[in-house]
């Protein structure tokens, strides 16, 4: 298949690759060498100096030289320009079958010839003639969607899109359509995300650890999820803030094993505070 890329398009895509690979070193290894860049990218040491040579020219305020270890390692004020930082992207992009374990998550079935269609009728804002079962109907039924997004919920995939038989936005899950059913383009779509309520409502969701934990497991919990303390030293008190889609709100809750109640705290650890809890339940199963 032909590129349209440009050499400097190419080139920059390139860069990208490698910086972010250097990032994520400094980030989570500490130290980034040439011989690293060798190992990964199969280039020549000179080839592979120049790119921290280049990173460094473009972001001198994130590296410096450590003569005892002869590699480069961050400083105290880097900031990342090229990657969020996080772990689960150091693991896919360089630690993956090395020292780093993944639970195995059973894979879903989702058949890129679904999903084509799909993507082309986003893109194009048209009408999707579909087959699709769910639990409550598991034979394979026809229906007309108008897709606007394809969410990921941790577990599963959807795509998010008005129902013309049921007059009103729903989630399709893409292992439940019928790849042996050709899906039709049909004409321009009359419904699209702005027209989303739930999707274009933005609510947030607080939770903090479970009131029943003593002082000790109430500060670890908060040390696990990342809650900033909002009280004082003497009574201290601590929340996390997050945002999201009203639409995608009981995949969050799922998430963080929120939709049931356990009788041991220590089982429970986390809670939707109580102005949370007020705020969210116009959006919650009852």
């Known amino acids: 298949m032909a590129s349209h890329l440009t050499e400097k398009q190419s080139n920059s895509a390139v860069d990208q690759k490698r910086f972010i690979f250097v990032e994520l070193m400094m980030i989570w290894e500490g130290r980034i060498k040439a011989a690293h860049i060798s190992d990964q990218f199969e280039l020549g040491k000179n080839l592979a100096a120049l790119v921290i040579q280049k990173y460094k020219e473009l972001y001198p305020e994130n590296m410096a030289y450590e003569a005892a270890t002869e590699s480069y390692v961050p400083t105290e004020n880097m900031v990342t320009q090229f990657t969020s930082g996080s772990l689960q992207e150091y693991v896919n992009l360089i ?10 998550m059973p894979t879903r079935n989702v058949n890129p010839v679904v999903v084509r269609p799909i993507l082309q009728a986003i893109r194009e804002q048209r009408r999707l003639s579909i087959a699709y079962a769910s639990v409550t109907h598991p034979e394979f039924a026809s229906r007309v969607i108008q897709p606007h997004n394809i969410v990921f919920d941790g577990l599963r995939w959807h795509v998010r899109a008005f129902c013309e038989n049921n007059q009103g936005y ?8 019928d790849a042996n059913a050709s899906s039709e383009l049909l004409d321009a779509a009359d419904h699209f995300d702005l027209q989303d309520e739930l999707w274009q409502t933005l609510l947030e969701v607080e939770i903090m650890p479970d009131p029943r934990l003593d002082e000790n497991r109430t500060r670890i919990i908060a040390l696990d ?3 900033p303390s909002v009280g004082t030293p003497e009574q201290p008190s601590y929340v996390k803030t997050m945002q999201v889609r009203a639409a995608l709100l009981m995949y969050l809750i799922n998430r963080l094993g929120l939709d049931q109640y ?19 339940k116009p959006y919650l199963p009852n």
């Open 170 to 177: 729903r989630d399709f899950v893409l292992s439940r359509f």
């Open 262 to 280: 356990h009788n041991k705290p220590e089982a429970q650890q986390i809670i939707l505070s109580p102005n949370c809890q007020q705020t969210l």
């Open 95 to 104: 630690a993956a079958g090395e020292s780093i374990t993944q639970l195995a």
């Open 225 to 227: 999820y990342d809650m």
